[in-house]
């Protein structure tokens, strides 16, 4: 089965400074790897998506994330946080055949002036 | 090209009732997948549907129901409510059956359910 670890529930950020949010992924065929950002009482807008191309992704906003197999991660990045970042991200993983999408529990990223 | 519709935004419902929930999808898109996310949670796969055809269920119980309709558009039906249901509901549509799940997705903005 397919999961996904978000650490750190909560991350706080200076506007300008590097954000950081990590994803962890558990499967045991490739994956297809991606980053959704979730601002209040909306839906899900995806960030970016890893389908096994290239390994560094660039995705909307910025944002960038890097697809490590040895380390099983899929990280994402943006060098410059703006306080329009401030929201809930979420990893998410599926495989080719399968239905669903699995989520992590989400990383609510806040950004100070 | 229109984006994915949910209504209503909110609901308040009883303990026991039953509720349906709509979804719109986006046009060009023939398959509709619903999620469960309640509060400080990461959204729950409750199951998809593909061409009018349940097309994979999550862990969730027969009382969550689904159709859709020729024109792709889906409802999601949850009888007798529990407290426990209380959560936003996301529908994501998608273009065909053989991408993997959330390649293609647009989600929509979701209702959010409260169960009192």
């Known amino acids: 089965a397919q999961s996904v670890t978000q650490l750190g529930s909560h991350v706080s950020v200076s506007e300008g400074a590097l954000v950081l949010l990590r994803c962890n992924y558990s499967?045991?065929?490739?994956?297809?790897l991606f980053w959704y950002v979730q601002y209040p009482n909306q839906g899900l807008q995806l960030l970016l998506k890893?389908?096994?191309?290239?390994?560094l992704v660039k995705g909307i906003n910025g944002f960038e994330a890097e697809f490590k197999k040895s380390e099983t991660s899929f990280h994402l990045t943006k060098p410059s946080a703006h306080m329009s970042d401030a929201a809930e991200y979420f990893c998410?993983?599926?495989?080719?055949?399968?239905?669903?999408?699995?989520f992590g529990t989400g990383t609510r990223l806040l950004v100070s002036p | 090209e229109t984006g994915v519709t949910q209504s209503p935004t909110h609901l308040i419902k009883t303990r026991g009732q039953q509720v349906t929930l709509r979804c719109s999808s986006q046009?060009?898109?023939?398959?509709v997948s619903w999620y469960q996310q309640a509060l400080g949670q990461g959204p729950q796969f409750i199951f998809q549907?593909?061409?009018?055809?349940e097309n994979g269920r999550g862990n969730f119980p027969p009382r969550f129901s689904g159709l859709q309709f020729p024109n792709y558009s889906s409802e999601l039906n949850v009888n007798a409510l529990e407290l426990d249901d209380s959560a936003l509901y996301l529908c994501?549509?998608?273009w065909g059956q053989g991408e993997p799940s959330g390649y293609g997705y647009t989600f929509g903005s979701g209702t959010r359910l409260t169960v009192v």
């Open positions: 994501a549509s998608s």
């Open positions: 499967s045991s065929v490739p994956p297809y």
């Open positions: 890893y389908t096994s191309a290239a390994t």
């Open positions: 998410a993983v599926s495989v080719a055949g399968f239905q669903k999408l699995v």
């Open positions: 046009s060009g898109h023939n398959t």
């Open positions: 549907y593909y061409r009018e055809e």
